[in-house]
């Protein structure tokens, strides 16, 4: 979620198991549930439905790590309450994926193989969240703001839930990227979480209220719904000493960035007005991109007449539709900004959509798409609509060897998908090697030795951040494998 961390040993926090005599509530419960999280908005409660009876709360396609007691039938608590953490985690775990179901029609399937993805409410202490597709997990953590000596959780906001979701639903879609080294394959599942939580935020009434209350419906103003993770984002600026983040947020929706080569950006930029190449900073141009496209709509909405409110909430609606039609269009190996954003138009011009003109003017205004395109110039789609599992058979797993001076790493070969029914370009190998030669230089490989056992910490560099990827040694040849673990 985060690019800055502080990683500790993961535990499970103790949430008071369910008695004996107490029967635990199912069917359709009320759980504790902050859309947004408690520097911008008070907590609230929403009905999870279908949920299984038993000491751990779980639905058809998500369940808590741990056993929660509920109260008078439900699963609300105060903020205070150590079992708020779980309700709120899991609350919105199970609401990301609803919205998602019944916004796109496209039924959630999770990539590591399971029936459910598992909610970890409080693993430790880091300042971050992440999925694990190897555990099948999403993940939440605390930490101490250095300023106020408040123990902040990432669990505790509805938008950064709904970011790590996304991260999970666009895995089981389209589990290639995650075996992808290119920057904007990364970023694009950075942006993908950030968009949904951002279409996701104002279906709730509190937080569709104040978004009116601070833009009137422009939404070119600063609002709660285009900041993501505000409370996140203070104490990560506490923790730097300087605004580390651009605002009062993790990262936000609204900006000005144009295309730019990630090969020729730095990292991180000083200054958080800059694009950078690290996939959440490069992140912001896709998601801003889209949330032009997003402020499009509300603008044609209310030129139909809608008031404001209405106008952002059907917005919305069709923003998650439109998120829907875009993965089933979306490349299924690698792809840049601009293949990406093709399929946008296309899926919108062929596909059911409506807003070809729109999305095609906002990515050419962003520069992504050249500006003499014409949505008639952009080739019908080819990509056909495929299961899950018919998915995953079609990622093949091939190899490709590094030439020339990896430094430690030399001698080694990278894991890479494979399309099995693409041609095989040196270009496309020589680009694997570039990304990789990038992804060394800036630390984001991590080397190991022969037998070297590893552990999940390991998979973390010092700052708490995820390594891209990792060195293991397969009958005694070096691979560089991708890490699957998402922030």
């Given at each position: 979620?985060?690019?800055?961390?502080?990683?500790?040993?993961?535990?499970?926090?103790?949430?008071?198991?369910?008695s004996?005599?107490?029967?635990?509530?199912?069917?359709?419960?009320?759980?504790?549930?902050?859309?947004?999280?408690?520097?911008?908005?008070?907590?609230?409660?929403?009905?999870?439905?279908?949920?299984?009876?038993?000491?751990?709360?779980?639905?058809?396609?998500?369940?808590?790590?741990?056993?929660l007691?509920?109260?008078?039938?439900?699963?609300?608590?105060?903020?205070?309450?150590?079992?708020?953490?779980?309700?709120?985690?899991?609350?919105?775990v199970a609401?990301?994926?609803?919205?998602?179901?019944?916004?796109?029609?496209?039924?959630?399937?999770?990539?590591?193989?399971e029936?459910?993805?598992?909610?970890?409410?409080?693993?430790?202490?880091?300042?971050?969240?992440?999925?694990?597709?190897?555990?099948?997990?999403?993940?939440?953590?605390?930490s101490?703001?250095a300023?106020t000596?408040?123990?902040?959780?990432?669990?505790?906001?509805?938008?950064?839930?709904?970011?790590?979701?996304?991260?999970?639903?666009?895995?089981?879609?389209?589990?290639?990227?995650?075996?992808?080294w290119?920057?904007?394959?990364?970023?694009?599942?950075?942006?993908?979480?950030?968009?949904?939580?951002?279409?996701?935020?104002?279906?709730?009434?509190?937080?569709?209220?104040?978004?009116?209350?601070?833009?009137?419906?422009?939404?070119?103003?600063?609002?709660?719904?285009?900041?993501?993770?505000?409370?996140?984002?203070?104490?990560?600026?506490?923790?730097?000493?300087?605004?580390?983040?651009?605002?009062?947020y993790?990262?936000?929706?609204?900006?000005?960035?144009?295309?730019?080569?990630?090969?020729?950006?730095p990292?991180?930029?000083?200054n958080?007005?800059?694009?950078?190449?690290?996939?959440?900073?490069?992140?912001?141009?896709f998601?801003?991109?889209?949330?032009?496209?997003?402020?499009?709509?509300?603008?044609?909405?209310?030129?139909?007449?809608?008031?404001?409110?209405?106008a952002i909430?059907?917005a919305?609606?069709?923003?998650?539709?439109?998120?829907?039609?875009?993965l089933?269009?979306?490349?299924?190996?690698?792809?840049?900004?601009?293949d990406?954003?093709?399929?946008?138009?296309?899926?919108?011009?062929?596909?059911?959509?409506?807003?070809?003109?729109?999305?095609?003017?906002?990515y050419?205004?962003?520069?992504?798409?050249?500006?003499?395109?014409?949505?008639?110039?952009?080739?019908?789609?080819?990509?056909?609509?495929?299961s899950?599992?018919?998915?995953?058979?079609?990622?093949?797993?091939?190899?490709?060897?590094?030439?020339?001076?990896?430094?430690?790493?030399?001698?080694?070969?990278?894991?890479i998908?494979?399309?099995?029914?693409?041609?095989?370009?040196?270009?496309?190998?020589?680009?694997?090697?570039?990304?990789?030669?990038?992804?060394?230089?800036?630390?984001?490989?991590?080397?190991?030795?022969?037998?070297?056992?590893?552990s999940?910490?390991?998979?973390?560099?010092?700052?708490?951040?995820?390594?891209?990827?990792?060195?293991?040694?397969?009958?005694?040849?070096?691979?560089i494998?991708?890490?699957?673990?998402?922030?």
């Amino acid at each position: 979620m985060t690019c800055n961390a502080l990683h500790s040993h993961r535990h499970i926090a103790s949430t008071r198991p369910v008695s004996q005599n107490q029967s635990a509530p199912a069917g359709s419960v009320d759980f504790s549930q902050n859309p947004q999280d408690k520097v911008v908005l008070q907590p609230g409660t929403y009905t999870v439905q279908n949920l299984k009876g038993g000491e751990t709360p779980e639905v058809e396609k998500a369940k808590l790590s741990e056993p929660l007691q509920a109260e008078n039938g439900a699963y609300v608590f105060a903020d205070t309450d150590p079992r708020f953490h779980a309700a709120n985690s899991f609350s919105a775990v199970a609401r990301t994926i609803q919205f998602f179901e019944e916004g796109t029609g496209i039924p959630v399937a999770w990539a590591f193989g399971e029936p459910q993805i598992t909610v970890v409410a409080d693993g430790g202490e880091m300042l971050n969240a992440y999925y694990q597709r190897a555990e099948g997990s999403v993940n939440f953590f605390h930490s101490t703001d250095a300023v106020t000596s408040q123990v902040v959780y990432s669990g505790d906001s509805g938008e950064v839930v709904s970011h790590e979701a996304g991260h999970a639903i666009l895995d089981g879609m389209r589990p290639a990227y995650l075996m992808n080294w290119r920057t904007d394959c990364g970023a694009f599942h950075e942006s993908f979480g950030d968009m949904l939580a951002l279409v996701m935020s104002v279906q709730d009434d509190k937080v569709l209220a104040q978004v009116v209350e601070q833009t009137g419906g422009d939404m070119t103003r600063p609002n709660m719904a285009a900041n993501l993770g505000e409370e996140l984002g203070i104490t990560i600026n506490h923790k730097v000493g300087k605004n580390h983040t651009g605002g009062d947020y993790t990262r936000t929706a609204i900006n000005k960035f144009k295309w730019q080569d990630p090969k020729t950006l730095p990292k991180n930029p000083e200054n958080p007005d800059e694009l950078g190449s690290e996939v959440h900073n490069f992140s912001r141009l896709f998601t801003g991109a889209f949330y032009d496209v997003f402020t499009g709509l509300v603008n044609e909405n209310r030129a139909n007449g809608m008031e404001p409110g209405q106008a952002i909430r059907e917005a919305s609606n069709e923003g998650i539709r439109m998120l829907g039609r875009l993965l089933k269009a979306a490349p299924r190996f690698d792809f840049t900004y601009r293949d990406m954003a093709k399929c946008f138009v296309q899926s919108e011009r062929d596909a059911g959509g409506s807003h070809a003109d729109l999305v095609a003017k906002v990515y050419k205004e962003r520069e992504i798409l050249p500006a003499n395109l014409t949505v008639a110039d952009v080739p019908p789609l080819q990509n056909p609509t495929t299961s899950l599992t018919q998915e995953a058979l079609a990622v093949q797993k091939d190899l490709v060897p590094l030439r020339g001076n990896f430094g430690n790493f030399s001698g080694a070969s990278v894991e890479i998908a494979r399309d099995p029914q693409a041609p095989r370009f040196v270009a496309d190998d020589d680009q694997v090697r570039d990304d990789i030669k990038r992804l060394i230089d800036d630390g984001r490989i991590l080397y190991t030795e022969p037998h070297q056992r590893l552990s999940e910490k390991d998979l973390f560099d010092r700052n708490g951040e995820p390594y891209i990827g990792v060195l293991r040694w397969r009958d005694g040849q070096p691979v560089i494998e991708r890490n699957t673990i998402v922030t």
